[in-house]
């Protein structure tokens, strides 16, 4: 059996200033490491065998808060990253209806055939899932696994596990900041638990989800 848990970085500045932060490298807020020394309590009684992370800042800090009581070496991946939204990279998102409506109407309500402008398909964002899934399997068996990632590349590694289809990913919840999700693979993956943040005071578990407005 595999045991994995999926965690959502912790908050970054994106999240606060409501921009879409993509592959772009942001930094994190002082509301952020709150969480991450929330999160690193968490998981400090947790055996962990393996962390995999997502090679931006915001999402290594997290896979090292994770880290902190169990010393592995954490294995940064790009297949890991956020979508690569091109021309919605760094720019506030509460304009996107107005100025990419096509665009902006198939991410909240179609994600399967979203492409972002100048930049990644979501159809590419499920394949790098599906990849990471399949390296986990195999190199995991009898192992517990973390993995640190971002909000829209974990909809879609989540999605993978309940369903199989990407035509499912409307029906997967945004995971929020240090959002923890937990599956286990034994001939097939089974979702446990979902975007689980009861480390987290009510105070500060609010965070950007993934939506436009």
Not at 122 to 143: D, F, H, N, P, W
Not at 152 to 168: E, F, S
């Amino acid at each position: 059996m595999v045991k994995l848990y999926i965690v959502r970085h912790c908050q970054a500045t994106g999240n606060v200033l409501r921009q879409f932060q993509g592959r772009t490298d942001t930094d994190i807020t002082d509301e952020g490491k709150a969480q991450l020394r929330l999160l690193t309590e968490r998981f400090r009684d947790i055996p962990v065998d393996i962390i995999c992370s997502s090679d931006l800042q915001r999402a290594m800090l997290t896979a090292a808060a994770i880290n902190t009581h169990h010393r592995k070496g954490i294995l940064p991946t790009s297949l890991l990253r956020e979508i690569d939204a091109g021309e919605w990279e760094g720019k506030d998102i509460r304009t996107f209806p107005d100025i990419y409506p096509n665009e902006s109407e198939l991410w909240e309500n179609a994600p399967d055939r979203f492409i972002a402008p100048g930049g990644e398909a979501m159809t590419e964002v499920y394949g790098r899932a599906e990849a990471v899934l399949r390296q986990i399997v195999s190199i995991c068996e009898g192992k517990t696994a973390v993995i640190v990632s971002h909000g829209c590349t974990i909809r879609n590694i989540v999605c993978h596990i309940k369903y199989g289809d990407i035509k499912r990913l409307r029906d997967v919840d945004w995971s929020k900041n240090t959002g923890v999700t937990y599956a286990e693979f034994d001939g097939s993956w089974k979702l446990i638990f979902e975007n689980d943040l009861s480390h987290l005071p009510e105070d500060k578990s609010g965070s950007f989800s993934g939506r436009l407005r």
